[in-house]
């Protein structure tokens, strides 16, 4: 009889193992085309996909499925075929076996002890070459072991019930006591606003005495402190006003210091111009008194020399208009003159 499982093995068991497998094709162990697949074990049964990309779940379709219930796994031993690391999973009920072949030998000894160790597989290598009908015997055995441990199912379920009122009686009582939080939530959540809001009117009124008794007790201070506001902003109303009055006078003298140096400029030139024309007026005046004075030693001369003294006509009329013109820039000499001491 195989040995009873412990709880160490039954947690081995429902790991899943999954990897890449070299199956041959067919169907047949004398087949020659090798297919590799993505294998996954998971309790008794084995499937292969495509990809591992193909495995999402229980619930995907895959490329072939294989129980292993009476699974036997044994090595094969013709390696002719160029796969070293080869073993047969191959069923009592005469289906067709199935061929796989790892990459290494780890690999290999790795997968034929996780199909012996799964679930309600043959995990004894010597059971392999037991008859049905031992097997069969031996599962028996098994089964009646089992049904001996077994508890009453009527007591596990009054068990169960049991357990299920307390939990359903622990669940109303959380449920009660979650109500009463809540309610007591909520008187906490009304008394902190009412403190909250007398808190508040008890601040403003605090405030307002505050402020009432700092006027009653500085009233004196804040009255000079008015005044002395007051007549500071006077004071720089007034000298604001001073500073506008400077400002204005200030751009005045400017002004008129503009049309200072303006009038002087003019002046200058005009005195230029006027000792321009006074020097001329000279020289003219200085012309005609040498004019008048050789006239006049030419007719002293001409006088000595026994000349007539009668003068023709048009010796007159020169003479007249000599004098005339001699008159005339004696005047502008005089008028330049006087309009160059006005000026000056």
Known sequence: MQPAITEVDITALLQPRQGWLSKLGGGQETGSKWNKRWFVLRDNVLMYFQAPRDFLGFRDKPNG???LDECNVRLRDDKSMGRPFTFV?????????LVLAAETEKEMHEWMQAIRTSRMCIADPAAANML????RVSADAELDSARDKRTDPEAELSRIESELESVQGEHRQLELEKESAEKQLKELMARFKLRKALLHWRHRKLTLSFRSLVSMVFRTRIEEARRLKETALRRVASMDAEIAR??????RAEAAKRKSDEMLSKELQLRKE???ELKEAQRALASDTERADAAKEQASRLKSAGAKTAFSEREKDEIL???EELQQVTAETDQLQLQLKRRF
């Open 321 to 323: 208009a000599r004098l």
């Open 89 to 97: 999973l191959s069923h009592a009920m005469g289906d067709a076996p």
């Open 274 to 276: 006027g000792e321009a």
């Open 132 to 135: 049905e009908e031992n097997r």
């Open 65 to 67: 499925v294989v129980l």
């Open 246 to 251: 400077a400002t204005s006078e200030r751009q």
